[in-house]
């Protein structure tokens, strides 16, 4: 993967043939994402003391998956997020930060260590399954603690998720309520643009079934490793290569990209 400047060109020139029918839906998806939100990469101590307050408020308070008692000052961290990239999501309304997400790396000091997902797991990907032979384990990350805070995540069926659903189309909602079911979407594309920028061939996430085949909607081909497991709710293993994170992007997600990938580099 080659690192990134303004935007990534190498998922340029590999959308599908759709730009006539594309070019309202391209303008729109972007404005509707940058009228309400901004990626803010989290590059300072500051920042990323807000994503661990955020996770504290989601994953302790609001969901109840982590123990308070465990972090007395009231910021939600693990092994794991000192060889992370970390990126929050404004409200520009409010001027206040309701989400994030990070892409765990290799850890350079323990360069054979497993990855979050393959510890729940217990399997190695990296060196077992077939799709991931080519790969060596310093070019992959993870996806992970995609965090929303409750008053953009309550819609139908999300109290007790993370993250607020991505909508297929079908039951859109009117107002900027219509545009919550991009947050998870600009998330996602998020750390995907921040594994670009550091050279990551592929990335795991952990995920509902579901929420793979909506993100296949959009272009992104997840690839399910395993059976489900029951971990707050039924998860799978998923991967996704460079190619296939942008190898089938209709305009509108290229030009979403683009925006977002603007804000990371």
């Known amino acids: 993967m080659e690192a990134l400047s303004d935007t990534p060109e190498s998922c340029r020139g590999q959308t599908t043939p759709k730009a006539t029918a594309a070019e309202a839906n391209t303008r729109e998806l972007v404005d509707s994402f940058s009228q309400y939100f901004e990626i803010v990469p989290a590059t300072t101590s500051a920042l990323q003391e807000m994503v661990f307050r955020i996770r504290y408020q989601v994953y302790a308070e ?33 001027g206040s930060y309701i989400g994030c997400v990070r892409l765990v790396q290799n850890n350079p000091e323990q360069p054979h260590a497993w990855f979050p997902i393959e510890q729940t797991f217990d399997t190695d990907f990296v060196q077992t399954h077939p799709s991931l032979a080519s790969h060596h ?31 297929d189309g ?26 670009i920028a550091n050279g990551n061939t592929c ?10 085949r909506r993100l296949r909607i959009f272009g992104i081909k997840f690839e399910q490793l395993s059976d489900p497991i029951e971990h707050r709710g039924l998860r799978a293993p998923f991967v996704v290569t460079h190619e296939n994170f942008c190898g089938s992007f209709a305009p509108p997600m290229t030009a979403l990209l683009d925006h977002i990938s603007a804000s990371v580099a």
């Open 62 to 94: 609001e969901l109840g998956w982590e123990d308070q008692t465990q972090f007395p000052a009231e910021l939600e961290k693990d092994e794991y997020d000192d060889h992370s990239l970390h990126c929050l999501l404004k409200h520009k309304l409010s």
């Open 170 to 195: 079908q039951n859109a909602q009117s107002g900027e309520r219509r545009r919550f079911p991009h947050i998870a979407l600009g998330l996602y594309l998020a750390a995907g643009a921040m594994g």
């Open 137 to 167: 384990r310093h070019q992959v990350g993870e996806i992970s603690r995609i965090a929303v805070l409750s008053s953009f995540r309550h819609r139908h069926g999300e109290k007790n998720k993370p993250n607020t659903d991505i909508e």
């Open 203 to 212: 990335v795991f996430a952990m995920m509902e079934p579901k929420l793979a």
